[in-house]
């Protein structure tokens, strides 16, 4: 594990269990909606590995080369900080160039690695909407968790990548094997996002995928994101409007297009 000091300065360190603990500590302090299973914005959830991604992007839209990463802007809302990156074709250079590249940099909040193998670094500010933990370096090098006597209280934060497309579709072949269920988070983006039941979720994917398996429920773990902090809610008995799948899938090729 790395810890990064203020300026940006990075530690490799060993992570130690807090005293009594058998479990990993981690999840103590990601408990942000970034780092749950469960979801703000509906039952579905496609999920992509970045370098996959940037490589379909790549082959649709750069002609095989490498996509520029740009600073676009930061969103602040009520309680969440928004940074996003803007990803184009090369060839577009000229028209964005009135934004940053995005470069790695003592105090950088997110980078993009190319070694050992390509890979996207983030450094969140606050993994969690309350503190009630604090990280100890020890002795021989190691960090441990250890309470705090008072809660904390940040606004928490993630990176956004948004692909410019402009009127185009950015096509993926692996659709069915990237789609995951989701169990409706604390909080809703908009007060009219529809959930559904597990079993009415999988009756909907099937039909568009006859023969698919059961829908399988989002687990953060595949991602290699240590928490435990997403247990699902009890389902509702009370019946709930059913959610159009096919308007998700639709969606989903709709990949956040820049608007000048």
Same mark, same amino acid.
């Given at each position: 594990?790395?810890?990064?000091?203020?300026?940006?300065?990075?530690?490799?360190?060993?992570?130690?269990?807090?005293?009594?603990?058998?479990?990993?500590?981690?999840?103590?302090?990601?408990?942000?909606?970034?780092?749950?299973?469960?979801?703000?914005?509906?039952?579905?959830?496609?999920?992509?590995?970045?370098?996959?991604?940037?490589?379909?992007?790549?082959?649709?839209?750069?002609?095989?080369?490498?996509?520029?990463?740009?600073?676009?802007?930061?969103?602040?809302?009520?309680?969440?900080?928004?940074?996003?990156?803007?990803?184009?074709?090369?060839?577009?250079?000229?028209?964005?160039?009135?934004?940053?590249?995005?470069? &790695?940099?003592?105090?950088?909040?997110?980078?993009?690695?190319?070694?050992?193998?390509?890979?996207?670094?983030?450094?969140?500010?606050?993994?969690?909407?309350?503190?009630?933990?604090?990280?100890?370096?020890?002795?021989?090098?190691?960090?441990?968790?250890?309470?705090?006597? &008072?809660? &904390?209280?940040?606004?928490?934060?993630?990176?956004?990548?948004?692909?410019?497309?402009?009127?185009?579709?950015?096509?993926?072949?692996?659709?069915?094997?990237?789609?995951?269920?989701?169990?409706?988070?604390?909080?809703?983006?908009?007060?009219?996002?529809?959930?559904?039941?597990?079993?009415?979720?999988?009756?909907?994917?099937?039909?568009?995928?006859?023969?698919?398996?059961?829908?399988?429920?989002?687990?953060?773990?595949?991602?290699?994101?240590?928490?435990?902090?997403?247990?699902?809610?009890?389902?509702?008995?009370?019946?709930?409007?059913?959610?159009?799948?096919?308007?998700?899938?639709?969606?989903?090729?709709?990949?956040?297009?820049?608007?000048?």
């Amino acid at each position: 594990m790395k810890m990064v000091r203020p300026g940006g300065k990075e530690e490799d360190v060993t992570l130690r269990k807090a005293e009594g603990e058998q479990e990993p500590f981690l999840s103590k302090f990601a408990t942000s909606p970034a780092f749950l299973s469960s979801s703000r914005y509906g039952s579905y959830r496609f999920t992509f590995d970045l370098r996959d991604v940037l490589d379909r992007y790549s082959e649709q839209f750069c002609e095989r080369q490498k996509p520029e990463m740009r600073i676009w802007k930061t969103v602040m809302y009520k309680q969440e900080v928004m940074y996003v990156v803007l990803v184009h074709s090369p060839s577009e250079n000229e028209k964005f160039s009135e934004h940053p590249l995005l470069e &790695e940099q003592e105090n950088s909040i997110c980078a993009f690695r190319e070694e050992p193998e390509p890979h996207f670094i983030w450094r969140p500010q606050a993994m969690c909407e309350t503190h009630n933990y604090k990280l100890t370096k020890n002795q021989d090098d190691s960090v441990s968790a250890s309470p705090v006597n &008072e809660d &904390e209280w940040f606004m928490w934060d993630h990176v956004t990548l948004a692909l410019v497309v402009d009127d185009q579709v950015l096509s993926f072949t692996n659709l069915r094997e990237s789609l995951r269920f989701c169990e409706r988070g604390d909080c809703q983006v908009k007060k009219t996002t529809k959930f559904q039941k597990y079993n009415v979720a999988n009756e909907e994917v099937k039909k568009l995928w006859p023969d698919s398996g059961d829908l399988e429920r989002f687990d953060p773990s595949a991602l290699n994101i240590p928490v435990d902090a997403a247990a699902a809610p009890e389902e509702s008995e009370e019946s709930e409007e059913s959610e159009d799948l096919s308007k998700s899938v639709a969606s989903l090729k709709i990949i956040n297009r820049y608007h000048t």
